[in-house]
């Protein structure tokens, strides 16, 4: 018994001694560190893990965007409200019509506008009659009949009453009337003051109407829409040089609307830190309509620059830096210093030359700078 087991202590120590000879033979590191220097055994499964690609400088077009909203150009649309209050005569248009500038929309019964048509037509008739009596008082003045000092009040009354006049015509050509084509008692007749088309139309014949309700009318020449963009603190100075953009809208993801830069703000936001741009857009079809939801997006001119992987970019604390090839499996972290994204690809600005090569992907396996 004694012998089996000192044969079987034996054997088993033999095993044990072979197993620690093969971990010896194996254990030689993957990666060592001289100096700066990054060393990778030619045996290591990491070199079938990374990715390397030469340095070279690349034609780009910077891209960013922002989020807009569509508006209707405000020379260009109109809520138009009952000017008194009173009851609603008749309605001409319905949502969806075409009007010309100055086509009727509605009119209106009010007694406010009766007593504007009233004194209008008073004034004007005194001012008649204080016209008449100053060419009749200079008739008699230059019969010597009247004093000039007579004259002379007749003339000032003529000025009065016709100042008055003219007031009062220009108080009524405010709600659309005028002298020439108004009659006493008619209901006021709104027009519209723009060309486009009816979105709204609130109001019912026979209705009562306060001065204080909500537009009744809205007019709105859609054919070209502004989209008003908020555009990042950061992307301020990219706007540089660009004039015409491209909008995108969430109802129709597969259709592009171009526009241009109507207007760019002069005040950042200081809350958003974010700076109002205005984008001028034909809308022809009218698949843009007013509060919808859209991206601007903006490309720059075309420039050269060396653009690397994204993947090959590594941060460490505030600085980034990449893994450079030395070649022999030899390899360096090296400081950059990055611009902006384009797609996968980050703008280098220094820290890299044309002909180097660099880990494209999989730098994460080598240790941190």
């Given at each position: 018994?004694?012998?089996?087991?000192?044969?079987?202590?034996?054997?088993?120590?033999?095993?044990?001694?072979?197993?620690?000879?093969?971990?010896n033979e194996n254990s030689t590191p993957e990666i060592t560190v001289s100096g700066d220097t990054i060393v990778v055994s030619p045996t290591s499964s990491i070199l079938g893990r990374i990715e390397t690609a030469g340095v070279k400088v690349s034609d780009y077009r910077a891209q960013f965007s922002a989020p807009?909203?569509?508006?209707?150009?405000?020379?260009?649309?109109?809520?138009?409200?009952v000017p008194f209050p009173g009851r609603i005569v008749k309605s001409f248009v319905r949502p969806g019509q075409k009007v010309s500038a100055g086509q009727p929309l509605f009119q209106i019964s009010s007694g406010d506008y009766l007593e504007i048509c009233r004194a209008a037509f008073e004034a004007a008739t005194e001012s008649d009659q204080a016209e008449r009596a100053l060419?009749?008082?200079?008739?008699?003045?230059?019969?010597?009949?009247?004093?000039?000092?007579?004259?002379?009040?007749a003339q000032a009354d003529r000025d009065v009453k016709k100042r008055a006049a003219e007031n009062a015509?220009?108080?009524?050509?405010?709600?659309?009337?005028?002298?020439?084509?108004?009659?006493?008692?008619?209901?006021?007749?709104?027009?519209?003051p723009i060309a486009g088309t009816v979105t709204a139309n609130n109001l019912?014949?026979?209705?009562?109407?306060?001065?204080?309700?909500?537009?009744?009318?809205?007019?709105?020449?859609l054919g070209k829409v502004w989209v008003v963009a908020s555009v990042k603190e950061s992307d301020f100075g990219k706007l540089q040089?660009?004039?015409?953009?491209?909008?995108?809208?969430?109802?129709?993801?597969?259709t592009v609307i171009h526009g241009s830069i109507y207007h760019v703000g002069e005040i950042l936001d200081p809350e958003s830190?974010?700076?109002?741009?205005?984008?001028?857009?034909?809308?022809?079809?009218?698949?843009?309509?007013?509060?919808?939801?859209?991206?601007?997006?903006?490309?720059?001119?075309?420039?050269?620059?060396?653009?690397?992987?994204?993947?090959?970019?590594?941060?460490?604390d505030d600085r980034?830096?990449?893994?450079?090839?030395?070649?022999?499996?030899?390899?360096?972290?090296?400081?950059?210093?990055?611009?902006?994204?384009?797609?996968?690809?980050?703008?280098?600005?220094?820290?890299?030359?044309?002909?180097?090569?660099?880990?494209s992907k999989g730098a994460f396996f080598f240790p941190e700078k």
């Open positions: 018994m004694i012998i089996r087991s000192t044969a079987v202590i034996s054997m088993m120590a033999a095993i044990i001694s072979s197993c620690s000879t093969k971990g807009g909203q569509i508006k209707a150009i405000p020379a260009q649309y109109a809520e138009v409200g060419s009749r008082a200079k008739r008699l003045h230059e019969a010597h009949m009247i004093s000039e000092r007579e004259l002379e009040e015509a220009a108080t009524l050509s405010v709600f659309g009337g005028d002298m020439a084509s108004i009659t006493p008692g008619q209901p006021l007749t709104v027009k519209s019912v014949n026979g209705q009562y109407v306060r001065d204080d309700a909500e537009p009744s009318v809205i007019v709105a020449d040089g660009i004039e015409t953009v491209d909008v995108g809208i969430e109802s129709r993801p597969d830190r974010t700076v109002q741009l205005i984008v001028e857009c034909d809308n022809a079809t009218g698949v843009l309509k007013p509060n919808m939801f859209g991206t601007v997006n903006f490309t720059d001119e075309e420039a050269e620059a060396i653009l690397i992987n994204t993947a090959a970019v590594r941060r460490v980034t830096y990449v893994v450079r090839s030395l070649g022999d499996n030899r390899f360096v972290n090296s400081y950059v210093e990055i611009g902006e994204s384009v797609g996968d690809s980050t703008i280098v600005k220094s820290g890299l030359v044309p002909g180097e090569t660099i880990v």
